[in-house]
């Protein structure tokens, strides 16, 4: 059975998907409907992983909805950059991330991340605004 990879680059206003296996990319709105797009455009496909970085708050809805749904595997932005760069990709673009980000979590056969539940998510934020305001 074939393990399908996702990379997943996502901004304030849409994410780009790229499917590795298939090499399909497809752009989404980052809102419910596009999310409910994206599950849609995968379809019943085994999914290994999805992978993709944390993007400040704009990545939220996309680990909120899904977790728990897809294997999401959240990944360090600067480890992300220089996999692409080890590969030989020097432009950056919105599709281009994407694209690493599979190829990434391919090669390197990444383990999706443990769900944590919304009581715990909420925690972390309060923790981090916490360290925030005693710095």
């Given at each position: 059975?074939?393990?399908h990879?996702?990379?997943?680059?996502?901004?304030?206003?849409h994410?780009d998907?790229?499917?590795?296996e298939e090499?399909?990319a497809q752009?989404?709105?980052?809102?419910?409907?596009?999310?409910?797009a994206?599950?849609?455009?995968?379809?019943s496909?085994?999914?290994a992983?999805?992978?993709?970085?944390?993007?400040?708050p704009?990545h939220r809805?996309?680990?909120?909805?899904?977790?728990?749904?897809?294997?999401?595997?959240?990944?360090?932005?600067?480890?992300?950059?220089?996999?692409?760069?080890?590969?030989?990709?020097?432009?950056?673009?919105?599709?281009?991330?994407?694209r690493?980000l599979?190829?990434?979590?391919?090669?390197?056969?990444?383990?999706?991340?443990?769900?944590?539940?919304?009581?715990?998510?909420?925690?972390?934020?309060?923790?981090?605004?916490?360290?925030?305001l005693?710095?």
């Open positions: 059975m074939t393990e990879t996702i990379g997943v680059d996502i901004s304030k206003s994410f998907v790229f499917h590795l090499n399909a752009r989404f709105e980052n809102t419910p409907d596009g999310l409910r994206l599950r849609k455009w995968l379809g496909r085994p999914l992983r999805v992978v993709y970085e944390p993007t400040g704009y809805l996309f680990e909120d909805t899904l977790s728990g749904q897809l294997p999401l595997v959240k990944v360090n932005p600067l480890q992300a950059r220089r996999f692409a760069e080890a590969c030989g990709t020097r432009a950056k673009t919105d599709a281009l991330d994407a690493g599979a190829r990434m979590g391919a090669a390197l056969a990444l383990e999706p991340d443990a769900v944590i539940s919304q009581n715990t998510r909420i925690l972390r934020d309060l923790q981090v605004a916490r360290t925030a005693i710095e």
